[in-house]
Each structure stands twice: as structure tokens, then as C-alpha cells.
């Protein structure tokens, strides 16, 4: 048996040690949807969220059908909680160019608010221990860790495979953990993770607004001069406005606001919601240093999940229900694991099989159809040649979804 025990005789009640089968950490999409279905399977869960639900994310909010029926048997059906049928496609480049697509699979509008939150209702419901406004601060596999250490009383059960996690609400010892913080994190600083030194040139930057210059069933992608624009409908009237601008923007332009003033009014689309749209935040959700570079699947043993596994541009508008399906993939294989079906060794050889079969087409096609983005020039090269060869555009987009799972 292997106990946790503190170092130093003080004990906080903001020091208390846990322990649990499965820590995951982060608490969006990936992350509640692997602890409902682990807690269903009897497991021991504990959820590890920075922020306390609800909250906003930056996040184009629009899932692939490809989804739906796994978001409904997690517990929720996001139609009785306003989600929009999206079944239009327009595509602009700077100069007001429009591309009109149907999406044959089709997809839904709902917000991170809205869905991360009844998730998280549910996740609690069955018995997933989630600790809401914690934030990680150290994570160990091995002996020590703070003023904690693993006491191993059992030669057969080695300390070596088991975790210690640091947070602010005192100290979890796991036997796995998923992490599932998103795009990106300290916790990458802290496993060396290669893409974490870097510094990468986009920002990310969401609104909800209203507005009656959209088509309730349209995703609309704007471009704008390095950078483009996701628009769709979600719950209660309201549209998810994000864009990703590149960091050049901020050095000529210093604001986001001045970005939106600059550049925004050379395409038509984005002028005209700039001048007549109700936006409703009072400040934009931002987030900076958005990476779209390959990362690896298993970090020293941690289980990598949803946006922590890989990004998807977001021109593909896909990556919640890439989220969504990496958790299901990633909770199937860990049920079989604490029921003895198989290894650890063979867990993570199978996760990397199934994901790579899944994904990494996805991931690549991504990357290099957003080379087209965010430039005058090639954005209408793509634009006319999607609009000559349509069968072109059709695959470019079956590329960037799935089939439904």
C-alpha cells in the first residue's frame, strides 16, 4: 500500500492530501467528458478546473453532428439548452470574395458557458470529485514532491508508477493522469513539453454578439489581413464572434481594438458587423500564444487529452468535437485498464494507434490549408479555386471532420 505523508508537522485545511485513481486535469470539454464516463464505470475521479463554472472560453463554440450523439448519451442534449443547427458554410477572403458551401454532415452552435457547465453538473452527479478554482502547481512521478512524499509499504505496488499533484487546495496521489488543460498551460513548462519554450505568433480573441446580418444555420469564416474571423449562431440569439489575429497585428496596432478598427473594415462581412452588431462583452476573452505545432500524445506518463493532445486550426472549426471524441477514445482504453483487460504499456500503444488513426490526417490538412489564411493574395487564390473545382472544397472540408462515433 502506498500512503502519503507530510514532511512538516503543520497541516492547513488548505493542506489536505487525497488520493484517487484518476486525476484529470482541466475541465473543459475532453476532461468532463472523460470523468463522466470513468465515474460511470466506477473508477474514482478527481477533476482538477483553474476557473469555477460557469465561465466564457475562447473557442469558435461550433461542434460537427459527428458529436452529437455521444454529447447526448454523456447526459446532455444541447438543443434543450438553445443549440443551433448549422448547416451553411461561407468563406471570405479580405476583399469581400465569398465562397457558399453546403456541410453535409452539418453541426451545432451552443457556447463553453452554457455546455462546459451542464457537463460539469453531470460529472458531479456521478461522483466526480471536482475541485473548481484550483490551480495546479506541481505534478511528480517518483518519491517527492513539496513538503510531501509517497510512503511505500507494499515492495509490489512501487511507488515509481504512482503521481503526486501539487495544487492550491492541497495535494492529490494518483495512479493516472489525463491532462486536459487545453491549449496551453504552465503544466507544459513543467514536463518539458518541446513546444512550450517557444513562442508561437497567434492570439486568440472572442466576443458574443447580436446581430440580424447572419443566417441562423451559417458558420461564416472572414478573413482580414494576417488573421480570420469564425462567426455562428449559439443559444439565446446571440452569435460567438473569434478570431485569431497574428501577433504582428498587436505590434502595429498595439490593441486588439485597433486591430478590429484597421483591418476589419477592408472585408465587407467583418465591416458591417463592426459597425451594426450589439457586442456584448464589455472586454473580449483573449488568449495568447495559440500553438498549432504537433505535440506529443504521453508526456512522461501523463495521458494527453483534447487541445493538450493537438490543435486543430480553427478555420476547420472542428476541435470541439475532436475534444470530444479523444476523451471517448482515451476513456474507453482506461476502463479496460482498471479492469485488468490490459497494461499500462499497452494502453498508451493503443491510445497512440487509435488517436494517430483519428487525428493526425485531420491535424496536417489543417496546417497546410491555413497557410492560405490571413493573406489578400492567397486567400483569393483559394477562394477562386475552390469556386472553380467545388469537388476541391468538399474535400477540404470532409478532410477536417470525422464520422460520427
Known sequence: MIKIKQKKTTQTKENKSVSTQIAIIGGGLAGLACSIRLARAGIKVILIEKNTYPFHKVCGEYISNEALEYVKSLGVNPFDFGAVALDKFWLSSPSGNKLELDLPLGGFGISRYTLDYELSKIAKKEGVDIWEGVFVKDVNKGREIGNWELENTNENNSSENKFLIETSNGTIESQIIIGSYGKRSNLDNKLQRDFSSKNFPYIGVKYHLKTNLMPDNVIALHNFWRGYCGISRIED???????????????????????????????????????????????????????????????????????????ITPLCGNGMAMALHSSKILSDLLIQYFDNQIDFNTLKKHYQKRWNSQFQLRLKAGRTVQRFFGGRQSSELLINTFKYIPSLARKVVSLTHGKEF
Open 237 to 311: 440569439d446571440k452569435f460567438c464572434f473569434c478570431y485569431l489575429s497574428h501577433k504582428d497585428n498587436i505590434t502595429d496596432f498595439k490593441k486588439v481594438e485597433e486591430i478590429e478598427k484597421q483591418l476589419f473594415t477592408e472585408n465587407p462581412f467583418l465591416s458591417k458587423i463592426l459597425k451594426e452588431a450589439e457586442f456584448l462583452y464589455d472586454k473580449p476573452e483573449i488568449i495568447n500564444q495559440v500553438s498549432f505545432s504537433p505535440k506529443k500524445l504521453i508526456e512522461d506518463d501523463v495521458l494527453m487529452c483534447g487541445d493538450s493532445a493537438g490543435m
